[in-house]
């Protein structure tokens, strides 16, 4: 079974600073992906970035960056310039493949941005 | 393009009566998954189809809830009877091709 783990519960950070989320993950599969989803205080859930496990490259979405280490199984989720609607709780996510594409979350990270 | 639709957005009932969460996912979307959340637990799966196939409802916590997909444009979710432990907020999402796209939840009080 896979498992996340995000160990960091609260961050505070300053506005425009960069802040790295961190996550873990524990699987036995060789192909898998690795998404991060934030969810502001109205309670919607917002894809923000993906990973496939044989992407060589760390993916990047704008202001959002993905530090992927396969052999740490570290899939850290790094924002750069940081803004006050950065503001929200942030989930890792793995997904397996082989025909299912479930999602497992991890307990998220609630980041406050300051101004 | 709409997105993942779910009804009602929140629902206050009475311990013991019957609850029914609806989901319109993204069309051409093949798989539709059920998620709850609470604080404690965190996202849950619950279970997830394929082309309106339930392919894995070991995360259904007990027989008090069933989960229907009758057509590729319609789900629902239904705990029959509810109780207070119940309360959370559930969500609705619908993937092609792995990027999952999350209704915007049902938030459930049982009381």
Known sequence: AQKITQTQPGMFVQEKEAVTLDCTYDTSDQSYGLFWYKQPSSGEMIFLIYQGSYDEQNATEGRYSLNFQKARKSANLVISASQLGDSAMYFCAVSIFQGAQKLVFGQGTRLTINP | ?111
Request: proline share 6%; with cysteine; glycine share 8%.
């Open chain 2, 1 to 111: 393009d709409a997105g993942v639709i779910q009804s009602p957005r929140h629902e206050v009932t009475e311990m013991g009566q019957e609850v029914t969460l609806r989901c319109k996912p993204i069309s051409g979307h093949d798989y539709l998954f059920w998620y709850r959340q609470t604080m404690m637990r965190g996202l849950e799966l619950l279970i997830y189809f394929n082309n309106n196939v339930p392919i894995d409802d070991s995360g259904m916590p007990e027989d008090r809830f069933s989960a229907k997909m009758p057509n590729a444009s319609f789900s629902t979710l239904k705990i029959q009877p509810s109780e207070p432990r119940d309360s959370a907020v559930y969500f609705c999402a619908s993937s092609l091709l792995g990027e999952l796209f999350f209704g915007e939840g049902s938030r459930l009080t049982v009381l």
